[in-house]
């Protein structure tokens, strides 16, 4: 099964609003990203989570807040957000990060359509 | 620095025919990887196809298949008898072996197919 679940499908929040994205994979992958995607471009990372430890910030505002309770499980908590924050949110996994020689494929999961009001 | 880019912002093709897709990309590695990632609107990214660099033979996937060209940091995507299912935006990635998993992405190709 080859899955990346993402919950919820559509989000709206108020710039004073705090909410939770949601990300679950099940194929044993030990490494998990958070991408932001605006419309008509490229995914661009946010963080990467390896064997559930933080490895990669891309300097992303503390507004976003993300955490990795285990293996298969991502959430991006969100607060006091802006609404130049409205985007796409991706979440993927891939079997390892930065190991070896061969990168490992990403999975993608569908996504979470944010809007900031 | 590590680039990937897409000329075409948006191409075109007829249901049946055949469609190519261009990326360049600049690198000093010599050993790398080389992805399509396809983007159906409103649907989530999957991998297409990928290229190991080391690899003369153009990799293959049913109807999707490269034309990779090392010397010319070329790595293009041809669509073979294509469907309206086809229909999404592309992207072309490569990961710098420096970054780890790190995807440099291009800056995507829409395609759209008439029926």
């Known amino acids: 099964d080859t899955e990346v679940t993402q919950t919820p499908k559509h989000l709206v929040m108020g710039m004073t609003n705090k909410k939770s994205l949601k990300c679950e994979q099940h194929m044993g992958h030990r490494a998990m990203y958070w991408y932001k995607q605006k419309a008509k471009k490229p995914p661009e990372l946010m963080f990467v989570?390896?064997?559930?430890?933080l490895s990669i910030n891309e300097s992303v505002p503390s507004r976003f807040s993300p955490e990795c309770p285990n293996s298969s499980l991502l959430n991006l908590h969100l607060h006091a957000l802006q609404p130049e924050d409205s985007a796409l949110y991706l979440c993927?996994?891939?079997?390892?990060w930065g190991a070896g020689d061969v990168p490992d494929t990403q999975y993608f999961g569908p996504g979470t359509r944010l809007t900031v009001l | 620095a590590q680039t990937v880019t897409q000329s075409q912002p948006e191409m075109s093709v007829q249901e049946a025919e055949t469609v190519t897709l261009s990326c360049t990309y600049d690198t000093s590695e010599s050993d790398y990887y080389l992805f399509w990632y396809k983007q159906p609107p409103s649907r989530q990214m999957i991998l297409v196809i990928r290229q190991e660099a080391y690899k003369q033979q153009n990799a293959t996937e049913n109807r999707f298949s490269v034309n990779f060209q090392k010397a010319a940091k070329s790595f293009s995507l041809k669509i073979s008898d294509s469907q309206l299912g086809d229909a999404a935006m592309y992207f072309c990635?490569?990961?710098?072996?420096?970054?780890?998993?790190?995807?440099?992405f291009g800056a995507g190709t829409i395609l759209r197919v008439k029926s």
């Open positions: 990635a490569y990961p710098p072996r420096e970054y780890g998993n790190k995807l440099v």
């Open positions: 993927a996994s891939s079997l390892l």
């Open positions: 989570y390896s064997y559930e430890k």
